[in-house]
């Protein structure tokens, strides 16, 4: 009897991406589903929440979750690795973590916040607004983050969320479509060059589009930016509509 699978039917012809996320987050995954080219694959696994990444203790117990999660999704073959987390990923110096994932796994790696500032480079956004649904704390880590790779925030607003403890992480995916896009027109600003929505559990996908034409500058979110980075890595250059000038210009 012949075979009747054909290469015709293989999956991830062009590239297979391989994708790290927190074990509360449920938006990533899905938006990356919505946004995937024809013929590349998603390719995931999960890793624990690491808060504490500026103390020496906290930096190697997340380089330790880090390279047992590059190394198991290597086993796959994969085009290019992905570690799908804002605040976890703002490390110092920027290419310090994706160097490691890529030594640790032989697999080209991408990290959210790596890629976050690769978008605003190739926007040539140096100042920007930001809507996040965190606590104080983080967002004035990310600020921080930012301003070291050369971008100014001229605007910063959070929902709150995780200033009781990390059991809140749960919340940010259940935020209602309306609140999020209330959100996020609050923190535009006559001097920001574009808008970034920050966080990988954070459901903005829909509003991009709209955003940007209702507010006339590009609108970054991590998970569009995270993608558009392991694309072109891969090598995949396609030109995605309705996904933000990021996706369909760069």
């Known amino acids: 009897m012949a075979n009747k699978f054909s290469s015709a039917t293989t999956y991830g012809q062009r590239a297979k991406l391989g994708l790290i996320v927190l074990p509360t987050n449920t938006v990533n995954e899905a ?7 024809e013929g ?14 500026s103390s020496a203790a906290g930096k190697k117990a997340l380089y330790a979750d880090i390279e047992q999660a590059t190394s198991e999704l290597a086993e796959a073959g994969l085009s290019v690795i992905a570690y799908g987390c804002t605040a976890g990923s703002m490390v110092e110096p920027l290419d310090q973590l ?11 790696s991408v990290t959210t916040a ?24 983080l967002n004035d880590h990310e600020v921080d983050f930012l ?24 919340q940010i995916a259940q935020v209602p479509a309306d609140e999020i896009k ?28 709209e955003l940007e034409d209702k507010l006339g500058k590009p ?12 694309l072109r890595v891969a090598g995949i250059a396609d030109r995605l509509e309705n996904l933000g000038r990021l996706l369909e210009e760069y």
């Open 219 to 230: 609108v970054i979110t991590s998970n569009q930016a995270t993608l558009w980075a392991a």
């Open 98 to 108: 994706t160097d490691f994932m890529t030594s640790v796994s032989g697999v080209p």
């Open 31 to 37: 938006e990356w589903q919505r946004m995937m080219p």
């Open 114 to 137: 790596a890629s976050i500032i690769a978008a605003l480079r190739a926007l040539e956004a140096t100042k920007i607004s930001i809507a996040t649904p965190y606590h104080d704390t």
């Open 40 to 53: 590349v694959t998603l390719h995931v696994t999960r890793m624990r929440l690491h808060e504490d990444i």
């Open 147 to 170: 301003s070291t790779n050369g971008v100014e925030t001229v605007k910063i607003a959070g929902l709150g969320i995780g200033a009781g403890g990390p059991h809140e992480y749960i």
């Open 182 to 209: 209330a959100h996020i027109l609050s923190v535009d600003h006559p001097e920001a060059q574009a808008i970034l929505i920050s966080c990988t559990d954070f459901p903005a996908l829909e509003l991009i589009a």
